[in-house]
Every structure is written in C-alpha cells, then in structure tokens.
C-alpha cells in the first residue's frame, strides 16, 4: 500500500498509525519512505552534471533509482509476506515530473517495473497550506519570499498532477498500473481520516489470510 500527496497532509502520521494497527493484527508491517533520487541531486549539485542534467535525463535516473529502491528494500519484504506501506511511492515521482513539465503518461510508464500496491491513500490537502508549511520551515522573511511563488505554482501543478493520476487510476489503461484509491481529506478530523484508512485496509488484510491459509508451507504471500 502506498500514502500520497502533498506536505502537510496528515500522510505520514497516518500511515505511522496505520502500521501500528495492522501489527497488532498479528502481520509484520514495514514502512518505507520514498527518498529522492541521489544519482540527480549529485548530478546537480555539480557544474558539469547540470549542463547534462535536463528534465527528461533526471526523470530517468530518478526512475532508475527507484527499480532499484524497490528491488532491494520492497520486493524482498513482500516476498516474505510482510505488509509494506509507502511513505510516498511512485506517484509522487510520476506527479513532481509532470510539475516539471514532463508528459504524464510518459513519466507513468517509466515505473510500470515498480511492484504495484494494492491499494493507494491518497491524502489530498490544498497546495496553499502546504506552501505555508513548506514556508514555516525556512528561516528569513526575505528566503521565504523569494521561493514562495515559484514553489506555490509548482506545489499547485503537483496537486494537479496527484488529482489526476487518481482520477485515472481505476481506467483499464490506467498508468503506473491500474490501482483501487481512497481519497482522504486532509480537513477530516484524523479520527475520521484513520477509521477511513483502516476501513480501506481491512478486507486487504482479509483477503491476504484467507491466500495464507490456502498456500502451501513455505511459500511466500505478498
């Protein structure tokens, strides 16, 4: 299962809660944040690697990164039955290179390698707050004021972004991969926001016990 969105969203807090409820279900439960591709920020951060370091090339070594992330950290996990949830997964890659100003579906297909989850939260939160939070964070009147309406229109093309890869998410030809979505409102009391995400999870777990019981000893469930 994957958590997305913007900042300041309730998302991470709730997928830490989340955890906590299913171990207590009795499954091992693993949370993995989604880490920036490290190959692109040392590319940028040197002269040389920004003249070659375009939007289309750092969205393929930002791809490449997370085939690995998911080969070494997520697969092995699933392989052993324990339940991952993603602190961010593959759409917020898929929606910061659409606010870059990269095709969608292009930027989808470059993680389709990437294990699908079976369920995503999406957590939407309104890209205004999340400046503020993002703001908060920065010391300076005068630093806050020059990022903050370049990062407020990219934080509004993000959304853009998010809104529509969820709204795809359940067409037959959907990109990363078709997937089932619960959008949960960042204004909704966190009781509620919870109740909602356990509710979404539960006949997951259900379904994944009944797969258990039915497989033979040893053999692994995802």
């Not at 929606?95 to 990437?114: F, H, K, N, Q, T």
């Not at 989850?117 to 908060?136: C, G, I, N």
Request: aromatic share 6%; net charge positive; with cysteine.
């Amino acid at each position: 299962m994957a958590a997305e969105g913007l900042d300041a969203s309730g998302k991470s807090a709730g997928l830490e809660q989340l955890a906590r409820w299913i171990e207590r279900k009795g499954r091992r439960v693993e949370i993995v944040p989604w880490q920036p591709s490290r190959t692109v920020r040392r590319a940028a951060q040197s002269p040389r690697g920004r003249v070659w370091l375009t939007p289309r090339v750092a969205a393929l070594l930002g791809a490449a990164d997370a085939r690995r992330l998911a080969r070494r950290e997520i697969q092995p996990q699933l392989d052993r039955g324990t339940v991952v949830l993603a602190d961010r997964y593959a759409w917020t890659a898929v929606a910061r290179e659409g606010a870059r100003g990269l095709d969608l579906d292009w930027a989808s297909a470059l993680y389709e390698g990437c294990p699908a989850p079976d369920l995503v939260l999406f957590y939407r939160q309104e890209p205004a707050v999340a400046l503020r939070r993002a703001l908060a964070t920065r010391p300076g009147e005068i630093r806050a004021a020059a990022i903050g309406s370049p990062l407020g229109a990219f934080l509004r093309d993000l959304d853009a972004a998010y809104r529509e890869l969820a709204a795809a998410a359940s067409a037959p030809a959907a990109k990363p991969w078709l997937v089932a979505v619960v959008e949960l409102d960042a204004r909704e009391p966190s009781s509620s926001l919870e109740r909602r995400a356990r509710d979404a999870v539960r006949p997951l777990l259900a379904s994944a016990h009944s797969r258990n019981a039915r497989s033979a000893p040893g053999e692994a469930v995802a």
